[in-house]
């Protein structure tokens, strides 16, 4: 009997419902699955293989829309990509300052990584112009800040509500270095100014309140760039006038999707899974220690490291799960996986409050109001605080109609919790899943029998 029944529809807008139907006598969940590649370090392995000179070939690549819109922008840029697969893509790179001036706009889709990133570079090649947006929600999100410390450097920006939202217009020109004091720790905007700092004159830093991931650094440094990083004050430097050389780039499986298994392994009775090749970068490990500060059975097997990123094969097994305060300089480090702790939480005893996570508001939906409104009416008790959640979990979770609201990381989260609801979950938008995981419904009928 499989643990759960899990069926597709599909409707003509190419919108479909997921509908998890949990067995009344549910089986565990089994099995070694392998989660799709990181799709930060998917991002930058096209970006700067685009921007060095020569070949950059990449294994492992995330095949999600994300990618893809980063892939789509640089062919227009002038870099030549080869058709995307998980196995091999090959990136012949322009070299540094040689983007050429795109026939159309550019579209980053769904991709905040892509439009962020890719404003640092733009801005920074002199006598050409672009332009550049994306879908509804990326045109809602907020881009000010990376125009205002890209403005410091005197770069040339224009778009709606002073400048803040996509579309967005770019006059390429010669920039000058700052040292930017960032009030939020954010990757985005910290490799948006160092891939700025990568073609200005003289040294850029950026200083951030609390440690972000760090796959910028590390890659820029594999592919030749000179970094000084000075980790008691969170601040890294660049050398401007960098020359690039085109690398090869293993690419390991992304811990935020890995983080959706670690918790449907932690809530299902009688689960043991293997999630293999696994990246464990400690900028992104936040969701390994708030899931061990809830009593979660996660083992780090294989420990190994491929092209400079730390790599492992995670076991879970479930277990009972307990209450705790999740908040402060972990969140930089777990922001992407607030959505499926969440879910962790429900299945908690006690009450756990997630603080000092106002980011999630701005994401590709308002995720605290989301995950409140979704989970409740499944049956959960959360609160919404300003920057965060109260979430108080013991309470059975009970099968209903669900929505997305076309946020990849809302429809698997949603998912999985529906694996320990009883009756049905049907769950509206669900393709969003495909954004970052374009497989997740075939893992998920996978481990369920």
């Given at each position: ?63 999600g829309e994300d990618p893809r ?337 076309t946020d990849h990381r809302i ?39």
């Amino acid at each position: 009997m499989s643990a759960a029944v899990i069926t597709v529809e599909n409707q003509e807008n190419a919108a479909h419902k997921l509908i998890i139907q949990r067995s009344p006598s549910m089986l565990s969940l089994q099995g070694s699955i392998r989660v799709p590649g990181d799709k930060s370090i998917s991002h930058r392995a096209l970006m700067l293989g685009a921007i060095a000179e020569g070949e950059t070939q990449i294994e492992g690549l995330l095949l999600g829309e994300d990618p893809r819109s980063t892939a789509s922008c640089f062919r227009l840029l002038g870099a030549e990509i080869s058709e995307l697969n998980s196995e091999f893509v090959r990136v012949k790179g322009i070299g540094l300052g040689n983007f050429q001036e795109p026939v159309d706009v550019l579209n980053a889709g769904n991709s905040g990584t892509t439009i962020r990133l890719m404003l640092g570079l733009l801005a920074s090649h002199p006598g050409r112009f672009f332009t550049v947006t994306g879908d509804d929600s990326l045109r809602s999100r907020p881009m000010s800040r990376v125009v205002k410390p890209l403005q410091q450097m005197t770069a040339q920006i224009w778009g709606r509500k002073g400048n803040s939202l996509a579309p967005l217009a770019i006059q390429g020109q010669a920039l000058k270095p700052i040292h930017y004091h960032s009030p939020i720790a954010s990757a985005q905007v910290k490799s948006c100014i160092l891939l700025a700092g990568l073609n200005t004159e003289g040294k850029t830093t950026v200083t951030e309140p609390a440690l972000s991931r760090d796959h910028s650094e590390r890659m820029l440094r594999a592919f030749g760039a000179e970094l000084s990083i000075d980790p008691e004050t969170h601040s890294v430097t660049v050398m401007g006038n960098a020359k690039l050389y085109g690398q090869k780039v293993v690419v390991p499986g992304d811990i935020s999707s890995a983080a959706f298994w670690l918790v449907a392994g932690s809530i299902v009775p009688g689960s043991d899974l293997l999630v293999e090749n696994v990246g464990v970068n400690p900028t992104r490990t936040g969701i390994l220690e708030a899931l061990a500060m809830m009593g979660a059975d996660i083992q780090l097997e294989n420990q190994r490291e491929v092209a400079g990123e730390p790599v492992a094969d995670l076991r879970v097994r479930s277990s009972r799960l307990k209450s705790c305060t999740i908040e402060g300089d972990i969140i930089p480090r777990l922001i992407d996986e607030i959505p499926i702790l969440a879910v962790a939480a429900v299945f908690a005893e006690g009450t756990t409050i997630i603080r000092d996570a106002a980011e999630l508001r701005v994401k590709e939906s308002d995720r605290i109001t989301v995950m409140a409104q979704q989970l409740n009416q499944m049956g959960a008790k959360i609160s919404e605080l300003p920057d965060g959640m109260e979430i108080i979990g013991g309470t059975p979770l009970v099968g209903t109609d669900v929505d997305s609201h076309t946020d990849h990381r809302i429809a698997m989260s949603l998912a999985i919790a529906a694996l320990n609801a009883t009756g049905t979950t049907t769950i509206h938008r669900a393709e969003a899943a495909a954004i970052s995981y374009p497989n997740f419904t075939n893992t998920l009928v996978e481990v369920c029998r």
